[in-house]
């Protein structure tokens, strides 16, 4: 149960485009569809924003989207706004555990 | 609306025990599977441990296997984290969470507002 690899942080202007990545192994990212991705602003609960890599719950903008190659899934956001500012993290099924990234803060300059 | 109100963290020693709970409102609960999940000061999220809607299969990280144990009473619509033999390790902001009935890979989208446990002596 070793978490998924994320990158510590990560910025972008507003209207441009970031994408953090998550890294695990064959037994949690790369042996299941089932990587999900948390929103977190400072002092408050995570919220869900993508599961089954790339199934965006209602709610959540179009410009957020998920992927997946190999053992590495990806959340890419377009058109970054000020209120995108937040840690993000990966999670995934590994087999009757769940195993969760390091976080990524996202910096809006 | 749906909400998780967690409770029962605290000031407990190395050692001690606790008991957590999550109150749930706004669904039936016995339709969903629950999640522990913790946070440490400054630090990322952690997976804790898992339970099926029925209460009748439950998952735990190796961290915490022996010494916490997930429960539910599907009747007072509440969830239950017991945690023996705390360590200083297991400091940390504890958030209930509901499962997505979207999938079987149980993504959790609604999470309780955190109980804070801090072991210390």
């Known amino acids: 149960q070793s978490a998924l690899t994320q990158p510590h942080s990560i910025s972008g202007s507003p209207g441009q485009a970031v994408t953090i990545s998550c890294t695990g192994t064959s037994s949690d990212v790369g042996g299941y569809d089932f990587v999900s991705w948390y929103q977190q602003h400072p002092g408050k609960s995570p919220i869900l924003i993508f599961y089954?890599?790339?199934k965006r719950p209602s709610g959540v903008p179009i410009r957020f989207s998920g992927s997946k190659s190999g053992n590495t899934a990806s959340l890419t956001i377009s058109g970054l706004q000020a209120e995108d500012e937040a840690d993000y993290y990966c999670s995934s099924y590994a087999g009757n555990s769940w195993v969760f990234g390091g976080g990524t803060k996202l910096t809006v300059l | 609306e749906i909400q998780l109100l967690d409770s029962g963290g605290g000031l407990v020693q190395p050692g001690g025990s606790l008991r957590l709970s999550c109150e749930a409102s706004?669904?039936?609960?016995?339709?969903?599977?629950m999640a522990w999940v913790r946070q440490a000061p400054g630090r990322g999220l952690v997976w804790v441990s898992a339970i099926t809607g029925s209460g009748r299969s439950a998952y735990y990280a190796d961290a915490v296997t022996g010494r916490f144990t997930i429960s539910r009473d599907n009747s007072k619509n509440t969830l239950y984290l017991q945690m023996i033999s705390l360590r200083v390790e297991d400091t940390a902001v504890y958030y209930c969470?509901?499962?997505?009935?979207?999938?079987?890979?149980?993504?959790?989208?609604?999470w309780g507002q955190g109980t804070l446990v801090t072991v210390s002596s």
């Open positions: 089954d890599v790339s």
């Open positions: 706004g669904f039936t609960m016995k339709n969903y599977a």
């Open positions: 969470a509901k499962a997505s009935s979207y999938s079987t890979s149980w993504p959790l989208d609604n």
